[in-house]
């Protein structure tokens, strides 16, 4: 078994990435820029792909995944929901410490069974949700007070790229995550409404969001849009802050009543000038090496999956209503 890091230990955290498609690759990149990281190694079922992206960042490709869990510290498991638990809790017996794409596993049950591994086998168990280390959201989240309103876009041009799930797992559950991480109150009520249009898969989704104190979330997500869109905008008492995803930036506008009349004034707030899955990536070394607990763990990451499953269930049941019917299995994050 793997032994734990100590506080003291400056060596490099020897890490290999299990997926070698598009996301696995940027992985891998970030990997090399961190200095408390060092890539060891590539595994993928196709051996093709996986030796040509080891070639392309100078490290082994690894003969199995047994080979790879025993050569490292730590993973990123950047392949389908699927086969997320399965792989996750063979790297804990392993005792190795996983990053893992969100969403943290197909279903809720799954999740529930990976958290329990990871802390029975006393494991670091980070799920990527990445934009909780976009520069604009750390500095948004640092003024945030009591928000009560949240309008969120998410919008991207039609691509191949992850048709085989639905937008809600694919897009939405970023920013169902940044909603409950911002919240502090339970979910009262969801409604939603989604349609398939290019594909098989739901691939535009609007849902609302209620919780217990009131404060109500307003979110869609579409991959059929003839735009880019990344905004998530928030009111809080007497101000509006606006998140912009994609340059990376927050904005706050809020009233001066200090004057006798009131003046509305615009702030830009400070950012870092760094980019997130770099950060994220960080993030989890320096977990991995102090045995801190994640900023997004498995039960952020649970909790995101099942509110996503909520809006699923929303939207599948007003698709019944019209007539339309679900590909999705039932339980499941809508990944083939």
């Not at 699927?82 to 893992?100: K, S």
């Not at 217990?212 to 990344?230: C, D, K, M, P, Q």
């Not at 707030?269 to 994220?280: G, M, N, Q």
Request: hydrophobic share 45%; net charge neutral; charged share 25%.
């Amino acid at each position: 078994m793997t032994p734990f890091l100590s506080a003291s230990d400056e060596s490099p955290v020897a890490v290999a990435v299990i997926g070698a498609g598009e996301h696995g690759r940027y992985h891998a990149r970030a990997f090399q820029e961190v200095s408390g990281a060092r890539l060891a190694g590539i595994y993928d079922l196709n051996r093709e792909r996986c030796c040509q992206v080891a070639k392309a960042f100078g490290v082994q490709a690894f003969d199995s995944l047994d080979q790879a869990l025993e050569s490292v510290r730590a993973v990123s498991v950047v392949i389908p929901a699927t086969y997320h638990a399965e792989v996750a809790q063979r790297a804990f017996d392993a005792g190795v410490d996983v990053l893992m794409e969100k969403p943290i596993t197909r279903t809720v049950p799954e999740a529930d069974e990976v958290i329990r591994r990871a802390e029975a086998c006393g494991r670091i168990l980070q799920v990527g949700h990445l934009e909780r280390f976009n520069p604009g959201v750390v500095a948004a989240k640092a003024v945030t007070t009591a928000p009560l309103f949240f309008e969120v876009h998410r919008l991207g041009v039609f691509s191949p790229r992850s048709l085989d799930v639905d937008v809600v797992f694919d897009l939405m559950i970023h920013d169902l995550d940044l909603v409950l991480w911002m919240v502090p109150a339970a979910v009262r009520e969801v409604r939603a409404v989604g349609l398939p249009v290019l594909s098989d898969k739901v691939d535009i989704a609007n849902a609302r969001v209620e919780f217990e104190n009131g404060a109500v979330a307003n979110l869609t997500a579409s991959r059929v849009s003839t735009e880019r869109i990344r905004k998530f905008r928030y009111f809080q008492p007497y101000e509006y802050i606006s998140i912009d995803f994609a340059r990376r930036d927050a904005l706050v506008i809020s009233v001066d009543r200090s004057r006798t009349a009131p003046q509305i004034g615009f702030r830009k707030l400070p950012t870092s000038d760094c980019d997130p899955l770099v950060a994220e990536v960080a993030s989890f070394i320096q977990c991995v090496r102090t045995r801190c607990p994640p900023l997004v763990g498995g039960r952020e990451g649970r909790a995101a999956l099942a509110l996503a499953e909520q809006v699923m269930s929303c939207i599948e049941q007003h698709a019944g209503q019209v007539g339309l019917s679900s590909a999705r299995p039932p339980g499941r994050s809508g990944e083939n």
